[in-house]
């Protein structure tokens, strides 16, 4: 069984970067890609980024393409999501999810204000 719990959320002025983190547990993890999505206020849960754990390979929302980066670290089974120049759209709750699963963390407010 898959388990991730995400961390890193906050506060932020618009313009500025958090880092979120998403750890990885269970036999399995690496089987699997693993994906950050994000729900604001009355709307629906959207795609953000994700990786592959073997080739690190990613992709990205074209909202967030040159702004966040994806990347992970395979020695502490944690992906992390990189985001700079940060805009009050971007305000949302930020889900980890094993991609092709029904695997999501709790979830990581992220709210930027103007």
């Known amino acids: 069984q898959v388990h991730v719990v995400e961390s890193g959320g906050g506060l932020v002025q618009a313009g500025g970067s958090l880092t979120l983190a998403c750890a990885a547990s269970?036999?399995?993890?690496?089987?699997?890609?693993l994906g950050w999505y994000r729900q604001a206020p009355g709307k629906e849960r959207e795609f953000v980024a994700s990786?592959?754990?073997?080739?690190?390979?990613?992709n990205y929302a074209g909202s967030v393409k040159g702004r966040f980066t994806i990347f992970k670290d395979n020695a502490k089974n944690t992906v992390y999501l990189q985001m700079n120049s940060l805009k009050p759209e971007d305000t949302a709750i930020y889900y980890c999810?094993?991609?092709?699963?029904?695997?999501w963390g709790q979830g990581t407010q992220v709210t930027v204000s103007s």
């Open positions: 999810h094993a991609q092709g699963t029904i695997v």
């Open positions: 269970g036999r399995t993890f690496s089987w699997y890609d």
């Open positions: 990786i592959n754990w073997n080739s690190g390979s990613s």
